[in-house]
């Protein structure tokens, strides 16, 4: 069984930057893609960024491009995300999840683990 911990959520302003942490543990050896999904108030959990085990293969939305940027230490089997040139409308709760196939995918049913979720808060 997979845990996932996340960290590193806040309070910002816009324009700043977070640095958001995630660390698995437990079965880590079954993990292929990492992931991270937000979910506003009112409204769906929608995907973020993911990245494959050996950092190939690595995805955006389209409203997070070229503001996010997720990394992968399979030396500790931790995710980041590194979020720069942060907006109001970036403010949610932020879920690192996890999946044991290859592929990146954006369904959030597709993964299989997920950590609690942090809060990050974007003021204007």
């Known amino acids: 069984q997979v845990q996932l911990v996340e960290s590193g959520g806040g309070l910002v302003q816009a324009g700043g930057s977070l640095r958001l942490s995630c660390a698995a543990s437990?079965?880590?050896?079954?993990?292929?893609?990492m992931g991270w999904f937000r979910q506003a108030p009112g409204k769906e959990r929608e995907f973020v960024a993911a990245i494959t085990r050996y950092s190939r293969n690595i995805r955006y939305s389209d409203s997070v491009k070229g503001r996010f940027t997720i990394a992968r230490a399979n030396a500790n089997d931790t995710v980041y995300l590194q979020m720069n040139s942060l907006k109001p409308e970036d403010t949610a709760i932020y879920y690192c999840?996890?999946?044991?196939?290859?592929?990146?995918?954006?369904?959030?049913?597709?993964?299989?683990?997920w950590g609690q979720g942090t809060q990050v808060t974007v003021s204007s």
């Open positions: 999840a996890v999946q044991r196939g290859w592929a990146v995918t954006e369904t959030p049913s597709e993964y299989d683990y």
């Open positions: 437990g079965g880590t050896f079954t993990i292929r893609v």
